[in-house]
């Protein structure tokens, strides 16, 4: 017996084969569209930010964020005489993190070229500053800092910069006021052999003269 094909039904298959199509990369396309617009509305609103908050100098607590392997903010603008509390967590779940402030590099040679060890100049050599609220703690580097302590005080350590070595979930206040130390200097985490510094753990902070 042949068999007898209904043209109808037939279209109707395609039609319903192409609305689903139609849908699948529609539904494709707005997901694409909405994943753009996410990622680029970060960036718009990071660019906002950075030419807001982080071109007016700040005061107070200002808190610094350390993840894998990267700062928020990556930007801080402060001022000459002003009194801040740099308040900084560790947000890794896996990861000891530190933060150093200075200036240029001293580097050791390698087969990949110069990797940098810790900063030529410490921001903290010689200023007074009020270590509260450690806590996970690994080590705290006071090198030339005149460190007062509240509190239960870290294990201390000796060698380089400044640098409290924060395990993941700790973290640590440093009262001061801001020296008269103007310019452009840098801060980074040199754990692991500086491994994380060169994966992008680094910052700058602009230090405005005193008014």
């Known amino acids: 017996m042949s068999k007898v094909i209904d043209s109808h039904n037939g279209a109707d298959s395609v ?52 993840f894998d392997y990267y700062y928020e903010p990556r930007h801080l603008t402060w001022r ?61 580097v006071l090198n030339h800092a005149k460190a007062t302590f509240v509190g239960p005080k870290p294990n201390m350590a000796t060698g380089g910069d400044f640098s409290p070595t924060i395990q993941p979930g700790g973290s640590i206040n440093l009262t001061f006021t801001v020296p008269n130390k103007p310019g452009n200097w840098d801060y980074g985490c040199f754990v692991q052999q500086y491994m994380h510094y060169m994966a992008g753990m680094n910052g700058t902070i602009t230090i405005l003269p005193a008014k």
């Open 80 to 140: 000459v005489g002003d009194h801040v509390t740099l308040a900084i967590r560790n947000m890794s779940s896996t990861h000891w993190h530190e933060m150093v402030i200075g200036q240029g590099f001293d580097t050791v040679p390698t087969t990949f070229g110069p990797i940098p060890t810790q900063f030529k100049r410490d921001f903290w050599d010689g200023v007074p500053v009020t270590i509260s609220d450690a806590t996970h703690i690994d080590n705290l």
């Open 15 to 66: 039609g319903r084969r192409e609305w689903g199509k139609g849908v699948f990369f529609g539904t494709l396309t707005v997901v694409l569209l909405i994943g753009i617009a996410v990622l680029f509305g970060r960036y718009w609103l990071e660019g906002i930010y950075q030419r807001t908050f982080e071109k007016t100098p700040m005061q107070g607590t200002v808190h610094v964020f350390q």
